[in-house]
């Protein structure tokens, strides 16, 4: 009971956030209401059992990536967002059709109700000894692609954003 | 006890609402967050799946989407100080120098 | 099941990954010593780079094959034939084919790419160190058996090409270019995950092969499962992205026009064939039970590639977006392979777009090579008037560059009939007959726009006096691509056979490098 209130809520503060992200017409109003969404799905990511995710959700995307968005919005000075003509037909078309993409989807996931089980908070031990297994062992070699991934990043955004010399 | 399909329900939630972003907004680094906001959504499905099969490969998925999600942030938005710089707007609609 | 720890042959099987990452790093390195005029070791070092990886590949493929048992390792499973993969490599013949291809179009862009950064003022070692590490998503991608594995090894790709594309910093088309392509790219690789992540929901594995088994439980069970549908259709979204088949195709003129030239001519052949690579291995091994349904979505791409690909070339007056729109068609005719074979009842199809990746990257980079060639002081030799009368100014080029285009075209005896030719021969085998005729029609017609560059080179004037220099490094690419070309289309027997042997197609032949069993 306590599981379902819980996650309901923060629930609805997932869906709120992403409301907001897309109503806002300042970009550094949609990057807070992001924060406010990687925040409660850290929430979502505890009742679920995943602790070790739900930490480096907060440390990592919102507190690093998102803090790169804020800081790049500050730096480049964005302003507000124009309303074109364009932006206008776009909205009147999107909102009603992703309303009806989104309850479609809701009543197929929830009429498989029966076949798809319960999920328990806490039910999987996803503390960090128990993921350091897998990541060194099963996905080894994922594991150390992406430190090449970090390494073209960083590179790439050095090359491509430094000044002339 | 939560049934997996409220989970999923959410995870979808959070992609629609980030695809019909990346389609509706105009201001560059926005429509970027809603790449993000999409990448949420499948993270939060993986967790939903690892926790309904009892197994942590789908924790271990998120883990590389988040690594995925940083570099293409870093390049990303190197990408965009390098066309503001030459630029003065993030409007994407006046980005259009290429035309068919 | 897989022991806990990294064995030797597990290292064996990665080594050309780690070999290129090595070099990349030591281009990285020697970078920050060389002084301005010396930059083209770079180049030199990535090169020997590529040339190391290569024979690591060949050591794999003989070891294979010299005492006829597959190498096991923890991560890694050599395989040629049937059987349980366990582990998140599968580094079977289709893996070696592909490896051998990208190596083999990295080193063809390297070469056309030294001369080119020179005069554009931007010969950074970074350029090399990026290229290099591409190639390893690549190997991750065509390689990986495991969602992953594939996933990172895309993403590993994609970001290093969207900084290529970037590379020219003061050129506002190469700017806005990197944007476009990174935000579509981004926002393909999003559902790409959702796809994947529906698929871990159906069986609780990231292993293709327990993939393929729960989706067959679940198509025999209900064939209109939606979350099984929709898992398809997401994860399909994703990788036609990737290959730029329409209604996706939107970011591939803006991507290929902006893009350094030679960074064109390297997205258009290495990462399409990684791209490929993929699709192949997802709807082949992966995706394999829901072949009835995602047969008539393939179908309709197929149909509208070719489509938009050949109609929207014919209208195109710069070299780099025909060349783009040439190559959506390409990829339409390719799709037709997938739809005639499913590597099961009939390989032909699936052969076939293997031996089109082939000579595609031969003939391809070669155009690529010409017109970054045309890059001199002013002109940034785009457009068509820029190659306007090459015959008159160096015939030589003109000439290659004819029969680049010739073999586009799909001309006998060059090599980009032979692509065709297995992709329509498993049309029929497999009684396409109406997919087939369209695709002719759709050949002859890409016939006109070619004949419009080469008429543009030998029968129009100069608009330029200035000469056109070509670099010891381009004279280079040049020659192996065009001795692939003609080469291929003359002697096409040992790639044949090379492609069939990937796919496991028992063939009569004298034992060479161990391809012909």
């Not at chain 1, 109003?29 to 009742?47: C, H, K, P, Q, R």
């Not at chain 3, 060949?58 to 006829?68: E, K, N, S, T």
Request: aromatic share 12%; charged share 10%.
């Amino acid at each position: 009971m306590l599981h379902l209130a819980l996650f309901s809520f923060f629930g609805a503060i997932c869906v709120a956030g992403a409301i907001n992200l897309l109503a806002q017409r300042h970009p550094i109003n949609s990057a807070l209401s992001l924060i406010v969404v990687m925040g409660s799905l850290a929430v979502e990511f505890m009742l679920l059992g995943a602790e070790f995710v739900a930490v480096i959700q907060v440390i990592i995307y919102a507190g690093a990536i998102m803090v790169l968005f804020v800081f790049t919005i500050m730096l480049l000075n964005a302003g507000e967002e124009e309303r074109s003509a364009g932006s206008r037909i776009a909205v009147l078309l999107g909102v009603p059709a992703l309303l009806i993409l989104m309850g479609l989807v809701a009543w197929v996931l929830i009429r498989q109700n029966p076949a798809s089980g319960t999920v328990a908070a806490g039910a999987l031990p996803g503390t960090p000894p128990e993921i350091g297994r897998l990541l060194f062992r099963d996905f080894l070699l994922p594991f150390e692609i992406t430190s090449v991934l970090i390494l073209i990043a960083i590179m790439g955004a050095v090359v491509l954003a430094r000044k002339e010399h | 006890m939560v049934p997996l399909s409220y989970y999923l329900v959410l995870s979808a939630v959070l992609f629609a609402c980030g695809v019909a972003g990346f389609l509706m907004k105009r201001n560059i680094i926005t429509i970027f967050m809603c790449i993000e906001l999409m990448l949420n959504g499948v993270n939060l499905a993986f967790v939903a799946f690892a926790a309904h099969w009892h197994r942590l490969s789908g924790q271990v998925f998120v883990f590389f989407v988040m690594v995925v999600a940083a570099a293409e942030a870093a390049v990303g938005l190197a990408i965009i100080i390098s066309v503001f710089r030459t630029r003065e707007t993030l409007n994407v609609d006046r980005v259009n120098l290429l035309k068919l | 099941m897989p022991t806990s720890f990294f064995t030797g042959t597990d290292y064996a099987l990665s080594l050309p990954m780690i070999l290129l990452s090595l070099f990349g790093l030591g281009v990285l390195i020697i970078d920050l010593m060389l002084p301005a005029e010396w930059k083209r070791w770079n180049a030199i070092t990535a090169l020997i780079g590529l040339g190391f990886s290569t024979a690591a590949v060949m050591r794999i493929q003989l070891g294979h094959f010299a005492d006829g048992r597959p190498l096991v390792g923890s991560f890694a499973y050599l395989s040629n034939v049937g059987g349980q993969v366990v582990g998140s490599v599968l580094m079977d013949g289709f893996s070696i084919y592909f490896f051998y291809l990208f190596l083999l179009g990295a080193a063809i862009a390297i070469l056309m790419s030294a001369h080119y950064l020179e005069i554009e003022h931007e010969h950074h070692g970074e350029f090399y160190a990026l290229i290099l590490f591409s190639v390893v998503g690549m190997m991750c991608m065509a390689s990986g058996y495991d969602l992953v594995l594939l996933f990172i090894g895309l993403e590993l790709m994609a970001i290093s090409t969207y900084v290529l594309v970037g590379f020219l910093r003061r050129d506002k088309r190469s700017n806005e270019a990197a944007l476009k392509y990174l935000l579509l790219g981004a926002f393909s690789s999003g559902i790409f995950a959702y796809g994947l992540s529906l698929l871990y929901g159906l069986s609780g594995s990231t292993n293709l092969q327990v993939i393929a088994q729960a989706l067959q439980r679940h198509y025999s069970a209900n064939p209109k499962d939606p979350i099984a549908i929709v898992a398809m259709i997401t994860t399909a979204t994703g990788l036609l992205f990737k290959v730029a088949a329409v209604p996706f195709h939107q970011w591939a003129p803006d991507a290929y026009e902006g893009a350094p030239t030679s960074v064109t001519g390297y997205m258009s052949v290495a990462v399409k064939s990684a791209a490929w690579a993929m699709l192949l291995r997802i709807f082949l091994w992966g995706l394999y039970p829901l072949r009835p349904v995602y047969l008539p979505l393939l179908v309709f791409v197929s149909v509208a590639t070719m489509t938009v690909g050949n109609f929207a070339a014919l209208s195109q007056n710069n070299l780099k977006r025909l060349l783009a729109y040439s190559s959506i068609s390409h990829v339409g005719y390719m799709l037709l392979g997938l739809i005639a074979s499913d590597n099961i009842t009939n390989k032909t199809g699936i052969q076939g777009i293997l031996v089109y990746l082939l000579v595609y990257t031969f003939m391809n980079l070669g155009a690529f090579a010409v017109v970054t060639s045309l890059r001199r002081r002013d002109i940034i030799g785009d457009e068509i008037d820029d190659i306007a009368g090459l015959y008159s100014k160096a015939p030589t080029e003109a000439v290659l560059m004819l029969l680049f285009l010739l073999s586009l075209a799909g001309i006998p005896p060059l090599a980009g009939f032979y692509g065709k030719y297995f992709i329509f021969l498993s049309l029929i085998q497999t009684q396409h007959y109406v997919l087939a005729s369209l695709a002719v029609l759709y050949a002859v017609l890409g016939l006109y726009y070619y004949m419009r560059i080469g008429s543009a080179m030998f029968m129009r004037p100069a608009t330029d006096p200035e000469p056109v220099a070509i670099s010891p490094g381009m004279q280079v690419a040049l020659a192996v691509t065009a001795i692939g070309t003609v080469g291929i289309g003359i002697l096409p027997e040992f790639f044949i056979r090379a492609a069939g042997w990937s796919l496991g197609i028992q063939q009569a032949g004298t034992s060479l490098l161990g391809f012909l069993r």
